[in-house]
């Protein structure tokens, strides 16, 4: 198994007291290193403007990439740009496209990226909810055009719906998007009855939701769409924040949870695409549960 990341994602700066900061990735890279120290650690490359454009208009690209700002800039009363958001979007991105170009070509079964700044909220035009650029839908959409799949699926069980995702292939029927995610919770969207073309299901959570009930909602009804797709590539948003200890939300899971749905989504890649996955890191904002859920995750997407 490959991991992808880069320190220029440490640097962007989200100002004190932010949510979304350079300490959660630190979180993260010590703690798989620890846990796993034989994994295969790649540098991740920029991602391209031609693979961006792929997903985002050229307006949000000139916002981000070439406004150069020398302080921090708010784009949203959540969103920063700092002078090294630039170069840490594009390595998070980038990270995506090279962990698809590395599992599509057989060096690898499965893939990590462990990046910020997150990305599911983006949209093709919006920056929002701490993410620049959508680093999920760059990598599928690098999938489909660069490789020619024409079944991909993309999984998010982060608390907070992605947004960004299922508008940016709401009309795009070679990927399939599902999501369990709190309801109500920024951003408001991800009711059941948003099905874009068919290929959209959610599976919206109250809070307090456990675990029983957030596996059963993929074993019953998640996975069973997803099967059926027969996808030849499955993309995982993997954001940790409804664990229990996380400050930003009300789901109760742990990390034992999260292997186990992994687990289910590592199965289900078996079945379809010769367990071809690559997972991105989305939320997570409490340090200790983050890293344990981490380490889960990538302990099942290792077995």
Known sequence: MQAFTHAACLAHDTGPGHAERPERLRAVLEALERAHPDLDWQQAPRASRGQLLRVHEEPLLHAVLDSHPHERVMLDPDTVLSPASAEAALRAAGAGVAAVDAVLSGRTRRAFCAVRPPGHHATASTAMGFCLFNNVAVAARHALDAHG???????????????????????????????????????????????????????????????????????????????????????????????????????????????????????????HCGGRVVSLLEGGYDLQALAESCVAHVDALRS
């Open 149 to 271: 799949l024409e079944r991909v699926a993309i999984a998010d069980f982060d608390v907070h719906h992605g947004n960004g995702t299922q508008a940016i292939f709401a009309n795009d029927a070679r990927v399939r998007f599902v999501s369990s995610h709190q309801w109500p919770l920024y951003p408001d969207t991800g009711a059941h009855n948003e099905t874009g073309c068919g290929n959209i299901f959610n599976v919206p959570l109250p809070p307090g939701t456990g675990g029983a009930a957030f596996l059963a909602a993929w074993e019953d009804e998640l996975l069973p769409f997803l099967d059926a797709f027969r996808p030849q590539l499955l993309l995982i948003s993997a954001g940790f924040d409804g664990h229990r200890r996380d400050p930003l939300a009300g789901l109760q899971l742990d990390a034992e949870d999260y292997a186990r749905l992994t687990a289910h989504l590592v199965a289900l890649a078996d079945r």
